[in-house]
């Protein structure tokens, strides 16, 4: 039965059917034919799923994400950046980076961030001397921070399904988010010297104080987010409705830069992308609910344990799963699926659920940035106008340093804890 459920729905999905739909059909089809699940319970299952009040926060965040991609907060968070690093050997795509990590703080959407940053950046970066490799490969790869670093959907949706708390997911993903975005930097900086680039006279602490306070309201909703949950002001649910609402006052009154017949617009394109997420999260608690309901999860937990297999070769393993499942899938649609399967075993072997969501993302970043499916590389190609190729190799060097993360990451877990654990105790 296991065999025919995974069969059925990968045979879906390289036949072309989308991966909400392949969710559901695969499930259900198993269900008719291999069980007496109830299939006519199944509706019930999936509005009881939907009817949580986390998930609340998921189209505010794509609204508040939306509101400040439309309008000018991304040039002159870009501005900021290129103020405190544009100075460094390899500053213009050191700013990206930073910029991209900025972004991806108020966006929470690794796509948004790609379009926001690099539809700026990447004609400076060329303009600047730099190889178009600089250009594309900064800017595709930094936008997968999107969905690391706080306020994160992706970790909305794992912590619905893994039962966690969405406030200390969003505190576990704050340190790796940085370490990473570092790490990307100083590949960059390294890279940027080799090539013979030189550093140039700072920025005056005067004008970088005068971009500071240009990008100073979209900076805030980062301190209005983090600081609101960590103060105990609000909830995570409650961050994103006062992040959509104050997004709104920015993007329309003090920046001015949309009209209110620009609303109808964002809006619609905020409604039809939380649809695309409820849509998948949907079809994916009927598959979750079914290998519940069946004790699948719990027979792989005993078949791993009884096979003595400890938590390294399990995080190698999990690794392995999460990267493949990430260049074909949405992500998601990866937590949905693989959650009920893997979390009860890296409970079992002592690993711990916030921890394990963090390893969990940062393998959605990668999806993210690796062929044939990564979003983000179709994205980049089509504001460079670039071929698919060309952006892979391109994306390599600081796809390889994301994976290294990834491996520190896994195996040092004090990274991912230390901050929520800090903020909301052991």
């Not at 907060?73 to 405190?84: L, M, P, Q, T, Y």
């Not at 105990?232 to 104050?246: C, D, K, L, N, R």
């Not at 993210?368 to 071929?387: D, K, Q, R």
């Not at 391109?394 to 994301?402: G, N, Q, R, Y």
Request: charged fraction near 10%; charge should be neutral.
């Amino acid at each position: 039965m296991i065999a025919s459920l995974f069969g059925l729905l990968f045979g879906l999905m390289l036949i072309g059917v989308p991966v909400a739909i392949s969710l559901g059909a695969s499930t259900m089809l198993t269900a008719l034919i291999f069980t007496d699940y109830d299939l006519l319970g199944v509706t019930s299952h999936v509005f009881d799923g939907l009817n949580k009040y986390s998930l609340m926060a998921i189209p505010m965040f794509v609204l508040a994400g939306a509101f400040l991609s439309k309008g000018s907060a991304s040039s002159r968070i870009i501005d900021f950046a290129k103020s405190v690093v544009g100075h460094l050997p390899g500053g213009l795509p050191i700013a990206a980076i930073f910029a991209s990590i900025i972004f991806a703080a108020v966006s929470g959407s690794s796509p948004a961030t790609v379009v926001a940053i690099g539809s700026v950046m990447y004609g400076a970066i060329k303009q600047a001397g730099y190889p178009k490799e600089y250009a594309i490969g900064t800017i595709a790869t930094a936008g997968s921070l999107g969905i690391l670093i706080p306020p994160s959907i992706v970790f909305i949706v794992y912590g619905v399904t893994a039962e966690e708390s969405i406030g200390k997911l969003f505190m576990a993903g704050v340190v790796p988010g940085i370490m990473i975005g570092c790490m990307l930097m100083f590949v960059t900086y390294v890279g940027a010297r080799r090539l013979g680039f030189q550093a140039t006279e700072p920025a005056p602490w005067s004008e970088r104080w005068a971009k500071f306070k240009d990008a100073f309201w979209a900076l805030m909703l980062i301190v209005i987010v983090i600081g609101g949950i960590y103060g105990g002001i609000f909830t995570p649910t409650e961050a994103g409705a006062a992040s959509a609402v104050y997004a709104f006052v920015v993007s329309f009154f003090i920046y001015k830069d949309l009209k209110l017949k620009d609303l109808y617009r964002i809006l619609l394109d905020s409604a039809l992308t939380t649809s695309m997420i409820f849509f998948i999260i949907a079809n994916a608690m009927i598959f979750s609910h079914f290998l519940t309901d069946e004790s699948i999860p719990r027979h792989i937990t005993e078949m791993i344990l009884n096979a003595n297999v400890g938590p390294i070769m399990f995080l190698v393993i999990v690794n392995i799963l999460l990267f493949l499942m990430g260049q074909f899938m949405e992500p998601s649609s990866v937590v949905m699926i693989t959650v009920p399967l893997l979390l009860p075993i890296a409970t079992a072997l002592g690993i711990d659920p916030i921890h394990f969501g963090v390893v969990m993302v940062v393998n959605m970043e990668l999806g993210m940035i690796t062929p044939p499916v990564g979003l983000n590389l179709f994205v980049a190609s089509g504001i460079t106008g670039l071929s698919l190729k060309d952006v892979i190799m391109a994306s390599l060097p600081w796809s390889f340093t994301i994976l290294l993360g990834l491996l520190i990451i896994t195996y040092i877990p004090q990274i991912s804890l230390w901050l929520p654990n800090l903020m909301f105790g052991t």
